[in-house]
C-alpha cells in the first residue's frame, strides 16, 4: 500500500474536516491541562486517563469519563474503581493506576498504557509531530475500503508500521503533521460514512 488512499480522503476534506482535524489534539491537550489545573494531577496524568479510557468510547463520553474519574480519584482513590465509564474494564484499570503515578514521565505513561493505540493517542495528544494514531477507521484509510470497527483486523506491528510509514509519506508530500493528517482524514471518514 502506498499514501495514494490517505491522500485521496484528504481531498475530500471540506473546510470542517479541516478546521476539525488541525484542532484536534491541540484541543484534546487544553482539555488535558483544564483537568490537570482543576484536580490537581499532572498534565501526562490527565491525557494517560483520558487515552486509557477512550477504546470505543465516543469523544464526549471519553472527556467526562475522564473528568468523573479524576474527580473522584482525588477525593476517595478507593471510591474511584466504583466510577461508570464507557469503556473496558482493562482501561479503567489503567486510568487508575495512572492516577496512582504522580511523578509519570511520557515515557512511563507509553510503558503504563502498553497498547499501541494508546500509546500513540496519548503521544499525539502530547504533541510528538510524528506520531500517527492507528485505529480502525485509520486502518481503513489506508486500505481504502470501510471495514466496521468488529471487522478491523488485529494490527500487529509489521502493519502497524506500514500504515503509519503511508501517513508520514503522504503527511510529507502536504507539508503537515503526520498527526494532523490522521486527525482530518479520521474527521473526513467519519463524516463520510456517517460514523457518530
Known amino acids: 500500500m502506498t499514501a495514494a488512499h490517505i491522500l485521496s480522503v484528504y481531498g475530500l476534506a471540506n473546510v470542517a ?60 482513590p478507593e471510591a474511584a474503581a466504583a466510577v461508570k465509564v464507557c469503556t473496558f474494564g482493562s482501561g479503567k484499570a489503567k486510568a487508575l493506576e495512572v492516577l496512582a503515578s504522580p511523578g509519570l514521565t511520557a515515557e512511563d505513561l507509553a510503558a503504563l498504557l502498553k497498547g499501541p493505540k494508546l500509546q500513540e493517542f496519548a503521544a499525539c495528544i502530547l504533541g510528538d509531530p510524528s506520531e500517527v494514531c492507528i485505529d480502525g477507521h485509520a486502518y481503513s484509510i489506508w486500505l481504502g475500503d470501510r471495514v466496521t470497527l468488529a471487522n478491523v483486523p488485529s494490527i500487529g506491528l ?22 494532523e493528517l490522521q486527525a482530518v482524514t479520521w474527521c473526513t471518514w467519519r463524516r463520510l460514512h456517517g460514523v457518530g
Open 17 to 76: 474536516d479541516r478546521a476539525n482535524g488541525e484542532a484536534w489534539y491541540p484541543t484534546a491537550l487544553s482539555i488535558a491541562h483544564t483537568l490537570a489545573d482543576q484536580y490537581g494531577v499532572t498534565v501526562i496524568q490527565a491525557v494517560g486517563v483520558i487515552a486509557a479510557l477512550s477504546p470505543r468510547n465516543k469523544w464526549a463520553r471519553n472527556v467526562a469519563d475522564a473528568e468523573a474519574i479524576i474527580r473522584t480519584y482525588q477525593i476517595d
Open 158 to 179: 509489521k502493519l502497524r508500521r506500514e500504515i503509519k510509514a503511508a501517513y508520514r509519506e503522504a503527511a510529507a508530500e502536504l507539508g503537515i503533521p503526520a498527526p
